[in-house]
């Protein structure tokens, strides 16, 4: 046990603990996606590796933006959430009236032959925005009246809520009010705040199950998936059976039955149920406990924080893929409604693989920004990456204050005008 403290309480625990859970979740995503995309791949394209390939590609882009986030200064990340925060809000606006339609949903974008969802990289941009504007607040002592809390916190995550809602994606505006109840939290929101806003929150979520036919089936569903099995309860069904399946030790990887027709989303929002059935449970353990070491990991970034912007943005970043991966596997073993949100860094899909692969590169920065932490990067020097972001200005050094009159000592006199002048004829 002392020794588990001992490693615990060491410098980079943080950072070395978001490396490796990260990169086992990102490897682990990448054999997953091979697996259970291969039937679907060679029937659409002739080819079983095509959606893989597509993932390698997606992994290869996010890796060298993940790596260059790492080594960034603090802020620059606080000086990115505002115009990320603009153009998230532009491209959302150019969904709603060119977006393509896909599955009943208008949910992506086509810029230059690239199809992207602009609701993934939002996430990012309202965690880094929201962070920037209430640090600025907490810095002029301005977090003492609700309005100052809110203000424009609220309005600023209903826009985008709005707007993600206009394509029809609940599961993504859940993931946004989580982040917005997680900056709330942080910044100490008084308790009636705080239960009002999450009662807000629920009942807007219930309003928008109510307008739309398909959410309130899929609620039924998700009570009694036996009620209509071959129709609103088939994918959960199908879910359900692939992880019975798996049992303790899984059937192996590319094992799986499920793969072959019968599980819809199967690379994507049901990958948690491939994997259960080809890895077992203890593959699934594995999946939720990496996940529970990168939470872990981004708490004890923010806790051991003295920047309110950095203790800001560990929490909202930590708080937007972990829920969202507890909500993935939630719906995937029936504890949850289907959202249709992918489970992070493992899901096929681009647009939401590099912007969480950002949002780990951000976490790490903010690892190698604590106290003792840079400390010890200090005294091993700087590497090939942070002497080229020196070079361009980009290190992690503080800008040094303009030098100015040297300050008197406390208690000193003021001298007077005939002794200034004895002083400059010396």
């Known amino acids: 046990m002392r020794d588990l403290n001992h490693l615990l309480n060491r410098p980079l625990t943080s950072y070395y603990l978001l490396v490796g859970s990260s990169s086992l979740l990102i490897a682990l995503g990448l054999l997953m996606v091979l697996s259970s995309s291969m039937v679907d791949s060679y029937a659409d394209t002739g080819s079983a590796f095509t959606l893989f390939l597509r993932q390698v590609v997606s992994a290869a882009v996010g890796l060298p933006i993940m790596v260059l986030a790492a080594h960034l200064p603090v802020r620059v990340f606080r000086m990115v959430g505002y115009p990320m925060m603009l153009a998230s809000i532009a491209l959302l606006v150019l969904t709603v009236f060119r977006g393509t339609e896909l599955l009943g949903a208008t949910r992506w974008l086509e810029i ?71 900056l709330l939290w942080v910044v100490g929101a008084p308790s009636k705040l705080f239960i009002a806003m999450f009662g807000l929150v629920l009942s807007l979520a219930g309003i928008m199950i109510a307008v739309e036919p398909f959410r309130l089936v899929r609620i039924v569903s998700f009570m009694d998936p036996e009620a209509d099995p071959s129709d609103a309860g088939y994918q959960l069904k199908h879910g359900l059976y692939a992880l019975g399946t798996g049992r303790l030790f899984g059937v192996g990887i590319g094992g799986s039955r499920e793969k072959w027709g019968y599980l819809p989303h199967g690379e994507s929002d049901f990958i948690f149920a491939i994997l259960g059935e080809e890895l077992g449970l203890l593959g699934s353990l594995l999946v939720v406990g990496l996940f529970g070491l990168l939470g872990y990991a981004g708490l004890r970034i923010a806790s051991r924080a003295k920047d309110p912007f950095t203790r800001l943005a560990a929490v909202s970043v930590t708080a937007w893929i972990v829920v969202q991966a507890l909500v993935n596997i939630g719906t995937v073993i029936g504890m949850l409604p289907i959202t249709g949100i992918p489970l992070p860094l493992v899901s096929a899909g681009g647009s939401s693989l590099i912007p969480t692969m950002a949002g780990l590169g951000i976490l790490l920065a903010l690892a190698r920004a604590e106290p003792d932490a840079r400390k010890v990067l200090d005294a091993r020097g700087p590497g090939r990456i942070q002497r080229a ?32 002048r004895r002083n400059r004829r010396r």
């Not at 996430?123 to 203000?151: I, N, T």
């Not at 980009?394 to 005008?417: C, N, Y």
């Open 112 to 182: 230059g032959g690239l199809t992207f969802q602009p609701s993934e990289p939002a996430k990012l941009a309202f965690a880094l925005w929201g962070a920037s504007v209430l640090a600025r607040k907490d810095e002029l002592k301005e977090l003492v009246e609700w309005r100052q809390l809110l203000f424009p916190l609220l309005p600023g995550c209903a826009i985008l809520v709005l707007l993600v809602l206009l394509g029809t994606d609940l599961g993504t505006t859940m993931v946004l009010m989580t982040i917005f109840l997680a």
């Open 389 to 420: 972001l020196s070079w361009l200005g980009l290190d992690h050094a503080e800008p040094q204050r303009k030098s100015g009159p040297a300050e008197r000592p406390k208690g000193e006199a003021r001298p007077t005008e005939a002794q200034s």
